[in-house]
Each structure stands twice: as C-alpha cells, then as structure tokens.
C-alpha cells in the first residue's frame, strides 16, 4: 500500500490546538503498516471518552471539548481515521473500505487497552463507532451519538445526502474546509479553516475524503450491510447508557436521533437533547455545549 504522510509543519501553530501528537502503527491489511495519530488527554487512569469524528475532518473538529472533558476528570483519546488529519494516507482510493475503516479503529482500541468506553461519535464517526459498539459491546459502557447514523442500505439517506454524494464527486478541488463552513452556523475565521485545511496540502492527500461518500451503504447490497444489519441487532438489544445529542440545522441525519430512540433499549429514559445553534459540525458550532452534555450525561448515568 502506498503511503502519503502530511509533513508535520503542516500541523504548526494550529489555532485552539495545543495537543502533543501520538501514534501508533497499524497493520494495512497488506502486509506492510501505517502510523495513525491519536490525541490522549488527560489522567490516564481514568474512563476514556473516544472521541471518533468523520468527514472531511479530524481531531481538530474536537478542540473545544477536550478542555471541557478533561477538567471534568476524564480521559480523553481522540484519532484521526486513517486518510485524515496527521494518519497516513493511502493513495489509491481503493485502499479505503469501510471494513478496512472499522479495523484500524479497533486496532486503536485493542493497542491502547481502552476498556470502559464512552463514546461520542458524530458523521462517519457514528458509522464506523456504532459498527465498534455492536460487535464489541463489552468494551463500551455508554455512547454519546451527535449527528449521525448506521445506515444499512434498507432506508431511504435523503436527497440531502444524495447531493453531497454528487458534490463530494464532481467538485475539481475537494474543498475541505469549505465544507467544514458551509455545514456550521457559525462564522469560521481563516485560521480555523486553515486547521481543517492543514492535513492536505494538495489533492494527492485527500483520497480518504474523496472515497468515503461513496462508502456509505446507500443501497440494501452494499459490502457493508449486512454487518451493519448485525450491529443493529447487537444494538437492538443494548441496555447501557445511550443518549442522542443532535443539533437542530442539519439536513443531512434529522431524524435519526428519534430511530435510534426507538430502536436502542438503552435510550429509554435517558435525556435526549437538541443543541440550539449547530450545523452538522456541532463540535465546531457548540463544542462546549456539548461537551457538558457528555459531562453530565457520564455523570449521571
């Protein structure tokens, strides 16, 4: 597998971002290893909150909840998808599977010894997080969904979807941080879009980005159905802590806060929130407003 790595000058002088970089190496399936980088914040002793973020950004997406966490006591480990952020990237778009994805997270799991798990999950982070929880649901004692979904292919994505899809597709230049501004409700600084900007410094880098609207099971025959047809089941039957946390100016998984009430026994009676004022990137809009939601929400339950 042919390796892309951003050089780290890239990550210099990141605005709001002070975290020391970790790593770890991760089997790329082909006989050969990758480096994915990973934030870990906080006592170590203490529970970890995995903080899993999804397209087209990456640990960066988090900075303002990392504070918030951590002084609340908590461990805090966020990585960056294998693609983005200050991961390898793969160059061939085909290097990218959703099996492929689920296995490098579960390699950070497994490397670091993470037991005990809160997770927050937002974007692709709730496609490849919920998918963790489900087949490994000893590991994980409650789960914090922002903004996502675990589609199968059986439902209907919405036409929302369906343009991102086209757009992600069609557009010359995957325009990275643009995306991450025409998704919030706030006003993003040249300094912030430069942070999302940062692990790209031209289009060989974003293969990752490119390929993961196309991942996303859209049709009932998608390679990845029928394993995530079993982690709802797995989750169908989850009686731990699950609490939805969406925002209330995203097109793209409205509604998917009430399925996963429905279907998820451990959302029963929990308090389910809508954040005020957030776009799909509510970690960029209201990052602090919900990282007290996972706050109190860990400390209650």
Known sequence: MELLRTP????????GYPFAPNYLQADDTEGGELRLHYLDEGPAEAEPVLLLHGEPSWSYLYRKMIPVLVAAGHRVVAPDLVGFGRSDKPTQRTDYTYARHVGWMKMVLDQLGLRDITLVCQDWGGLLGLRLVGENPDLFSRVVAANTLLPTGDEELGEAFLNWRKFSQEVPEFPTSGIIRGATTTELSEAVCAGY????PDESFKAG???????????????ASAANRAAWESLSNWQKPFLTAFSDSDPITAGWDDLMQEKIPGCAGQPHTIIENGGHFLQEDQGEKLAEVVVDFMAAS
């Not at 900007?197 to 790209?200: L, N, S």
């Not at 390929?211 to 009932?220: K, R």
């Open 209 to 223: 980005a490119r390929q993961f609207p196309l991942l996303v099971p859209a049709t009932p025959d998608n390679p």
């Open 8 to 15: 780290d000058e890239c990550f210099s002088g990141l605005a």
């Open 197 to 200: 900007d940062a692990p790209y």
